[in-house]
Nanobody, 122 residues
């Protein structure tokens, strides 16, 4: 399997949108979860959104209603659509894959991407 590599980060003004992508070919299994985490300056890495092999999704309270996680099986790609971005969303964003439990918890992650920076200005 290839290393997880995120793309789609960048700089936007508050209220703007970005879509992050992460090719995940070779990472699926009978049960798996995939997620997006972020690390803001001076903070630890926190789960943002997760999806599992049953297509169930979960979100951190801070992004509910604004972010949408999805997986395109045909393209073997994980996405995070981020709308109504706010300065507090500024962080390094990571895609992640796990094989037990929820991918909102870093304890369940087996593979990490290298991260892509998202910067939101007011």
């Amino acid at each position: 399997r290839d290393q997880l590599v995120e793309s789609g980060g960048g700089s936007v003004q508050a209220g703007g949108a970005l879509r992050l992508s992460c090719p995940v070919s070779g990472y699926t299994a009978a049960y798996y979860c995939m997620g997006w985490f972020r690390r803001a300056p001076g903070q630890g890495r926190a789960g943002v959104a997760a999806i599992d092999s049953n297509k169930s999704t979960t979100y951190a309270d801070s992004v509910k209603g604004r972010f949408t996680i999805s997986q395109d099986n045909a393209k073997n790609t994980l996405y995070l659509q981020m709308n109504s971005l706010q300065p507090e969303d500024t962080a390094q964003y990571y895609c992640a894959v796990g094989y037990g439990g929820s991918c909102l918890s870093s304890a369940n992650i087996a593979y990490w991407g290298q991260g892509t920076q998202v910067t939101v200005s007011s």
